[in-house]
């Protein structure tokens, strides 16, 4: 339903010269969900992302957030907060002296600004005395995710908001985000780590060369007809080889590329979508043949993504 659409793009372009950043970009985030962007590097996430926060304006398309139509002028509505490029922080300024210094910007009162809370929010209660300079990547991370906190936003946008995060400031990270998001609003972040992903995100877009390959949840991205590569261990590898060979729709990858993935131990890598997968299972069990490990040699979803943004590039000529 449109009304509850935070972010609604329709065949949206962006060009720097030459460069066609974003090429007809359709987008829809709903309120309370959290989106995820991803691609390979210049595929225009950024571009994207600093559209939504009105850094820049599109050249083309439409473009509406929280409802409002944004037109050429570089300005976001009212409720919107994030970063790209790593947070604007002052390096000179204590975390706190931060925050207060962009509460004065947005013109309220440093009480009431909520500062003691959103550092509580981000984990950063202990260090909110000490001057920025001072903070790791993953910390500034943090303060960059108060201060978009503060502006208490309807639609949240972050640039790779994980990075340089470990994994405790990456859970902490995370819970903030689902609890924002279960509040009702509307997350949208790009990531290079499909774990995170996973992990933060109901639905993506893959961006591949400005063009979007997909868009929708992630179970779908993931699809079960889709090939993917296994490694499989059994009892006896020749019978195995043997038996994969005359299973329709499985393929032996011994050769090429794929020999980079066979370890020296008899495990054999195979090619296959799922169905074709499980028959081979239930013919190596028939035959005698015990199934050691059998996993795939990238995730499901990571797989899906190279395969969409390779195809995409292939296409392109890139
Ligand atoms: N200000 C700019 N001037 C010129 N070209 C630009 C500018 N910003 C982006 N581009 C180009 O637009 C394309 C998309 O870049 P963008 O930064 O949006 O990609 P990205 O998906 O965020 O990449 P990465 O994963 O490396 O951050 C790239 O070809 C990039 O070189």
Known sequence: MDTLLA?????????FGDVIALDGVDLEVAQGRIHGLVGPNGAGKTTLLGLLLGLAAADGGSLEILRTPVGRAQAAPEGVAGFVDGPGLYPALTARQNLAALAALRGRDRRGAGIDEVLDQVGLTDVADDRAAGFSLGMRQRLGLAAALLARP?????????????????RHVHGVLDRLAADGTAVVLSSHRMDDLEALCSEVTVLATGRVVFSGPLGELAAADRELDYRLLTSDPTAARRIAAGTGGVRTL??????????????????????????????LVREG?????????????????????????QEDGR
């Open 7 to 15: 972010v609604r793009a329709r065949g949206v372009t962006k060009r």
């Open 154 to 170: 309807r639609l949240l946008v972050l640039d790779e908001p994980s990075n340089g995060l470990d994994p405790a400031g990456k």
């Open 254 to 283: 011994d050769d090429g590329p794929a020999a980079r993935l066979r370890p020296d131990d008899g495990r054999l890598v195979l090619r296959a979508p799922l169905p074709a997968l499980d028959a081979l299972v239930a013919r």
């Open 289 to 313: 043949v015990a199934v050691r490990e059998l996993a795939p040699v990238v995730s499901p979803l990571e797989a899906a993504f190279l395969a969409l943004t390779d195809q995409q590039q």
